[in-house]
């Protein structure tokens, strides 16, 4: 099924829908049916009770051939029965259980903010949960409604777990150049905890990424804001503003800024005073702006973009965080193509944030996963053979002298290689194709790959890796390289990654780094390494972030999600 975003109000139907459906759901009613209060076990003693059908496999196998539209979910309706022992889910002996109304009200979360299709619901289930609910029904004599009713209202969880958590097909996302491990969320056993009285907590515990709720709360806002007619254009300023200036798009900022919660001053000055800078400067961070105390044309440009397009931005980021494995480990390295940033997590929290410069538009860095495994200080650069094809093989043909020049010597494809005289090396007898050496560059202060490179072995010959044009770093658009991952603070990572081992220190990782002479240190623990592709998410201070699609994906994703 295709997510769909109504970017527009709910429609009449929809408005219907929810009311019927959901208001029931979070509604204490005084009957003697329904258990009515969380600490009234008083009050739940006296309640009559019966006793509880049994939805065995017959009935599960009846209910599919009643039901022919349900009949893909028939293997996950046996499933989890047979885990309860088919005892009901929705239901104990006194009527529909507490857990009830907070599973419907989790459904209800993810239908304000817009984030499922209401064709999720299964015809007729609405009216069904309406009768269940009513102030007559009583379960009593009543088994067989009972019983559809546990197989409906598990059929329909189904198919709002599908919609909400499970997201595009694993063999789709590959198409889309995803390739790292997609999560796989079980909506059967979910659910078996939803329902477990020993569940207070709903809200939250979704089998998905943390990142992926933090952003549907920003999702929530937004759609409320677009909702309520989304918000002004601020006035562009003929020049950029600086601390002291006053405008009246001072004024518009605010407003602006207030509107999404990311200010919390006051509205009406029209100064640009110091208590409004760290404001502007985190804004610009959330943009990927330079980290200057100014308000320019591009930071207002960003402001100014629709409340409706940033909602399909968040929709399409939240699309990827649920390919996301839920839990990928207390300890790992995650690269950010859009946001040229590296972040170092420790027991699941961050322990530091780095530049890299990532593949150009026509390189481009692919989105994988792999287990970092070797250090190499003092790397040779094992030119790929692209770039033979492409750069190397045509200077050297023009120029033999480019080997020398650029500290570069040819050696067998053997192992261990042999270094080939240049003078034995007709280049104009060899296309790319036909090549057979190996051109390496030594090691050295003009190496392309710096002073030392991580290996992550894989499939697409990336790596992570220091470089000698450390200038590169300051810039705020940072995608320079082959496809491999340049990395600012190359020293801290290795001290990092060898800080278990007795053998390596700060002192004797320099050392090693510019000894000339390549060294292999293999790591005790492997630390895995997920280069992701993410354009929205929300940071650490909770504020919401966008990124530009340096390589089209949200361009192609948005196709799948929204054509």
């Known amino acids: 099924m295709k997510l769909k975003f109504f970017l527009n109000k709910f429609c009449f139907f929809t408005t219907v829908l929810f009311l019927i459906f959901f208001a029931t759901g979070c509604k204490q009613k005084k009957v003697t049916n329904t258990i009515v209060a969380e600490d009234d076990s008083q009050q739940i003693d006296t309640l009559p009770t019966y006793i509880i059908p049994t939805p065995d496999s017959i009935v599960i196998v009846q209910f599919i051939n009643d039901n022919p539209d349900l009949k893909d979910l028939s293997k996950d309706l046996e499933e989890f029965y047979s885990k309860r022992h088919y005892h ?28 499922v299709d209401t064709t999720i619901f299964i015809p007729g289930v609405v009216e069904l949960y309406d009768t269940i609910t009513s102030e007559t029904f009583s379960p009593k004599g009543n088994d067989s409604l009972v019983l559809q009713a546990d197989l409906f209202f598990t059929s329909q969880f189904i198919r709002f777990a599908d919609d909400a958590w499970k997201g595009l097909k694993a063999e789709k996302i590959k198409q889309l150049d995803w390739f790292l491990p997609v999560n796989k969320p079980s909506q059967i056993d979910y659910l078996s905890m939803l329902l477990s009285p020993e569940t207070k907590k709903v809200e939250g515990t979704e089998p998905v990424f943390g990142q992926f709720l933090r952003l549907k709360e920003k999702v929530k806002l937004y759609a409320d804001i677009e909702k309520n007619g989304g918000w002004d254009s601020i006035p562009q300023s003929t020049t950029s503003l600086k601390t002291g200036d006053t405008s009246e798009v001072i004024i518009a900022l605010r407003k602006r800024l207030f509107l999404t919660g990311d200010f919390t001053g006051n509205t009406s000055t029209n100064i640009f005073d110091s208590s409004f800078v760290e404001t502007i400067l985190a804004m610009r961070e959330c943009y990927g702006l330079s980290n200057d105390t100014i308000i320019d044309s591009r930071l207002i440009r960003e402001l100014n973009i629709p409340v409706a397009l940033r909602l399909r931005k968040m929709m399409i980021n939240i699309e990827r965080w ?3 494995p839920a839990d990928p480990g207390a300890n790992f390295i995650a690269v950010n193509i859009p946001e040229y940033m590296m972040h170092v997590f420790e027991n699941g929290k961050v322990i530091k944030d780095m530049k890299v410069i990532v593949g150009k ?75 057979p050496y190996v051109i390496r560059q030594k090691p050295g202060p003009s190496n392309s790959l710096g002073y030392v490179k991580f290996l992550f072995p894989n499939s697409f010959s990336i790596y992570l890796h220091d470089t000698p044009s450390r200038n590169l770093f300051e810039e705020n658009t940072r995608s320079f390289s082959h496809g491999c991952i340049r990395i600012a603070e190359p020293l801290w990572l290795a001290d990092y990654l060898l800080r278990n081992d007795t053998v390596w220190n700060e002192e004797s990782i320099k050392t090693a780094m510019h000894s000339g002479k390549e060294k292999y240190v293999t790591l005790k623990e492997t630390i895995p390494v997920y280069i992701t592709y993410f354009t929205s998410w929300v940071d650490k201070n909770g504020r919401l972030n966008f990124r530009k699609d340096i390589y089209g994906h949200d361009q192609k994703l948005e196709k799948e999600l929204f054509q």
């Open 322 to 324: 649920k390919w996301v």
């Open 88 to 115: 009901c889910a929705w239901f104990n002996e006194y009527g529909l259980t507490e857990q009830t109304g907070k599973v419907v009200n989790l459904i209800r979360d993810y239908i304000q903010a817009g984030m």
């Open 361 to 435: 538009t026509a390189n481009q860095t692919v989105v994988f996963s792999g287990d970092l495994k070797y250090v190499v200080l003092s790397p040779y650069w094992v030119i790929p053979r692209s770039i033979i094809v492409k750069e190397t093989l045509p200077a050297l043909k023009r120029n033999p002298g480019y080997l020398s020049r650029h500290n570069m010597e040819v050696v067998t494809n053997t192992n261990p290689p042999k270094v080939v005289p240049p003078s034995q090396i007709n280049y104009s007898n060899y296309s790319g194709s036909n090549f």
